[in-house]
């Protein structure tokens, strides 16, 4: 159990400290407690907690749509899925059609509709019978206006439009997946994403909640140099605090510009957050030219240090890496470019060596999922490998 958190470390209840490579499940991109961040929500807190729109919440909203390429406006939400929620009712009300695309593998959180058809769900589910959102359903969703295909394949991405034309409110997407594999989508797959999204008048929607401000300033959409209509963030955005927004061209936005849509939130823009956000998207702007390179470059030595265990133990452990963010596998001898691939990973003895870290002093999530934040140090990495060469050490001879 743990206690308090600063810089890339976390304390326990007995006083020990980990290296945190989970980070709040995110958020923590500029790492834990740092004072530029708190001092300014200290200040702020004192001025009162809840009491209406403020200046600071439209001071965000422009600094959005300056930092974020294809933000025209923004609308406010406290976590990914409520914002992922909003987005395709903003999607449905502008379009005025019914029907939802998202794809195998992709985590767009735990609201009914798209909580279909990912890594979650296994361990969320609560029931022996298929839940909303059981993990082996494709092709259908919790709601029957939710179609699931799969990742990378363009001739199933054209298909569903030709089998539904004009009738697709929004495709949603995590652009450069992280839920199941930390991938680059194909290059040909991610333009046809936009251009027959834009043909058949359905929204894009981006789901950046975790790839939103920790891959580049503007998260995938920049890297991908693909413009969404709409895209979701949250963690980043504010470092910790609950904090989350809809981005988007105003046509996409315009059911809330000019109704009848009301994103109502009794937190929603909360005076907190907004200055937490405020206070992260300061630093991020000022430090990112320096800031995202030395992420890429740890990731990179962490990956090519997972890549010499592997070769020089010959256990069937893989890693795919994108800036500050590596996945792990074990078990899986292909290049994944779908969810299917992914899904052949033996998932137990990956959680297995992950809990073995926790005594060597690095917090791995069970999943295999290592986040790097501003404040890891290139010890820190490396002492992170070396407990994971004795972990696949360890585990090897178990087998
Ligand atoms: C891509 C993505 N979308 C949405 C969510 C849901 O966000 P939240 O947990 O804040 O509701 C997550 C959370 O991990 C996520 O990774």
């Known amino acids: 159990m743990l206690r308090s ?48 729109t403020t200046e600071q919440e439209f001071e965000l909203a422009e600094t959005l749509c300056r930092v974020l390429p294809h933000a025209e406006t923004v609308a406010f939400s406290n976590t990914g899925s409520e914002a992922t929620h909003l987005a395709l009712r903003l999607a449905r009300a502008g379009t005025g059609r019914r029907l939802i695309v998202k794809f195998e593998g992709h985590y767009h959180g735990w609201i009914d509709p798209l909580f279909a058809n990912t890594q979650m769900n296994d361990a969320t589910r609560t029931a022996d019978f298929p839940v909303p959102g059981q993990h082996s359903v494709r092709g259908q969703a919790s709601s029957a206006d939710v179609i699931v295909i799969r990742w990378n394949d363009v001739d199933e991405l054209r298909q569903v439009f030709s089998d539904h034309r004009g009738e697709i409110a929004g495709v949603i997407v995590e652009p450069i997946p992280m839920n199941f594999g930390t991938l680059m989508p194909d290059a040909e797959f991610a333009a046809e994403l936009r251009s027959i999204t834009a043909r058949d008048g359905a929204r894009l929607i981006f789901d950046e909640v975790l790839s939103g401000f920790r891959l580049a300033l503007g998260g995938a959409a920049e890297i991908l140099g693909v413009s969404p209509d709409l895209a979701v963030y949250a963690k980043a ?17 315009d059911p809330i510009i000019n109704g009848p849509m009301l ?45 010499a265990i592997a070769d020089e133990t010959g256990a069937p452990l893989s890693v795919n890496q994108i800036g500050s963010v590596l996945q792990m596998f074990w078990g899986v001898d292909k290049t994944i470019r779908a969810y ?50 004795d972990g696949v050490d360890e585990i090897t001879k178990e087998n």
Not at 275 to 304: F, K, V, W
Not at 360 to 385: N, P
């Open 5 to 52: 958190a600063h810089d890339a470390r976390v304390v326990d209840v007995d006083g020990r400290e980990y290296a945190d490579f989970v980070l709040g499940m995110g958020p923590i991109l500029l790492g834990h407690s740092r004072p530029e961040i708190l001092d300014r929500v200290q200040t702020r807190m004192r001025q009162g907690a809840l009491y209406g």
């Open 237 to 253: 955005i504010a470092n910790g605090f609950p904090l989350a927004a809809v981005a988007g061209t105003l046509e996409a936005m």
């Open 263 to 307: 994103p109502a939130g009794t937190y929603s823009g909360n005076p907190i957050s907004v200055e937490a956000s405020l206070a992260a998207l300061d630093i991020l702007q000022n430090d990112r030219t320096e800031m995202y390179p030395r992420l890429d470059h740890l990731g990179s030595r962490l990956a090519q240090q997972i890549r």
């Open 340 to 389: 299917a691939d992914a899904d052949t990973s033996d998932r137990a003895t990956m959680s297995r060596l992950s809990e073995g870290l926790l005594d060597k002093g690095s917090l791995v999530s069970g999943r295999g999922l290592i986040l790097l934040s501003a404040m890891h140090t290139e010890a820190d990495i490396d002492a992170l490998a070396a407990a994971l060469r």
